[in-house]
Structures are given as C-alpha cells and as structure tokens.
T-cell receptor, first 115, second 114 residues
Framework: NAGVTQTPKFQVLKTGQSMTLQCAQD?????MYWYRQDPGMGLRLIYYSASEGTTDKGEVPNGYNVSRLNKREFSLRLESAAPSQTSVYFC??????????????FGPGTRLTVL | GQQVMQIPQYQHVQEGEDFTTYCNSS?????IQWYKQRPGGHPVFLIQLVKSGEVKKQKRLTFQFGEAKKNSSLHITATQTTDVGTYFC??????????????FGRGTQLTVWP
C-alpha cells in the first residue's frame, strides 16, 4: 500500500498562473483533507471532503477550489496563484466515517513557491 | 471559533534532558491527537487521548489529557537525537459544523544537542 500520494513534490509558479495539486489514497478512506503549512503557523485546513461528492470549507479556503473526483482522489486547484500561497501543502485521509477520532494519514507534501 | 494554542514554539535541549510541550483549547474537546513531523517530512500520528484525565505512555513519551478536556501535554524523558522534530497537538470537537475536523496547534519544534 502506498498510503497517501501527492504530486508534484515541488512546483514553482509565477503570479497569476494556475495549477492543480493531486492527491490519492489507497486505504479506502472516506474523509480527505487539504492543509497548508507555513513556518510557525502549524497546519491550517483549506478544504475537506467527508465522502465522494461532498466538500466543505476549512479555515483558509480563499483562493482555492477542490474536487473529490472519486473515493480515492481529492485535488486542490489554485486558479490564479499569489505569492501568499507559497507554502507546503499536505493532503491527508482518514476513515471510515467522518469524525475527529480517526487518525489522519498524511501525504509527503507539495512544496509550492509563487514568484 | 475553535482554537488550540501550543507552547513553547521552540525548545532546544541537551541530549538526556527532559522536554514538555503544552496545548490549551478555548473550548472543551472530544479528543486530542498528537503528531510528530521530522524535518522535511510529513506529520505522523503518535497517539490519541479521549477520556478526561487520561494518561498514556509510549516508552519515554508520556501524554496527558486534562480533567476538563481543555488541555494536554506531551513529556519526553531523557531526550535523544532521534526525538528531533516538530510535535503537534490536534483537538477534535465533533459538534455540528466541526464534525471530523482536527484543530492543530502551531507545533513545538524540538532541537536536541548531542
């Protein structure tokens, strides 16, 4: 089992460019999450998905969109990247039901720089 | 809204010294989880506490959940260089719109000098 995989591992964008971060899990989890991590700020939730076809906003959703393509995949899109979106992005999954008692499994992260 | 505060932000210790990080929540939590992130890595689950006053141990690590379920601590006895990393607490509060969400503290970055 690969667990949670993310692509790409690194990305450099220019201001205004768009891109999609991909995330997939093979643990048959229902819940998936996108976080961003900035120095000294911990992990902040961008969006999450309780199950296929549902998504909800987290603490910092502005400037992002998400798609829960199927049970395995949850993508994060930046439509018009800004330097403030320079960060490390982590995808996580947990299951089988949506509740906070489940351990979250994190992917290796995507390190994004916006110039 | 839900907030989980964690202190200290940084801790530098000599190998063999003890280390403690503390978390406090503005509201009562249903549970608290602890994660460790090695430098350049991703967060990895360590443990979960659910009951009021609960204490759990993993070798040199001792985790506590306060009686009011609003605070928690992680204590490492006799630190080793392998303990280096950032330790995060994450509180859950499964009520209504917060169902399924974990609120992460900002983390304590531990450095251990040999």
């Amino acid at each position: 089992n690969a667990g949670v995989t993310q692509t790409p591992k690194f990305q450099v964008l220019k201001t205004g460019q768009s891109m999609t971060l991909q995330c997939a899990q093979d643990m048959n989890h229902n819940s998936m999450y996108w976080y961003r991590q900035d120095p000294g700020m911990g992990l902040r939730l961008i969006y999450y998905s309780a199950s296929e076809g549902t998504t909800d906003k987290g603490e910092v959703p502005n400037g992002y969109n998400v798609s829960r393509l199927n049970k395995r995949e949850f993508s994060l899109r930046l439509e018009s990247a800004a330097p403030s979106q320079t960060s490390v992005y982590f995808c996580a999954s947990s299951g089988p039901q949506l509740n906070s008692y489940n351990e979250q499994f994190f992917g290796p992260g995507t390190r994004l720089t916006v110039l | 809204g839900q907030q989980v505060m964690q202190i200290p932000q940084y801790q530098h210790v000599q190998e063999g010294e003890d280390f403690t990080t503390y978390c406090n929540s503005s509201t009562t939590l249903s549970n608290i989880q602890w994660y460790k992130q090695r430098p350049g890595g991703h967060p990895v689950f360590l443990i979960q506490l659910v009951k009021s006053g609960e204490v759990k141990k993993q070798k040199r690590l001792t985790f506590q959940f306060g009686e009011a379920k609003k605070n928690s601590s992680l204590h490492i006895t006799a630190t080793q260089t392998t303990d280096v990393g950032t330790y995060f607490c994450a509180g859950g509060n499964d009520r209504g719109s917060t169902l399924g969400r974990l609120y992460f503290g900002r983390g304590t970055q531990l450095t251990v000098w040999p």
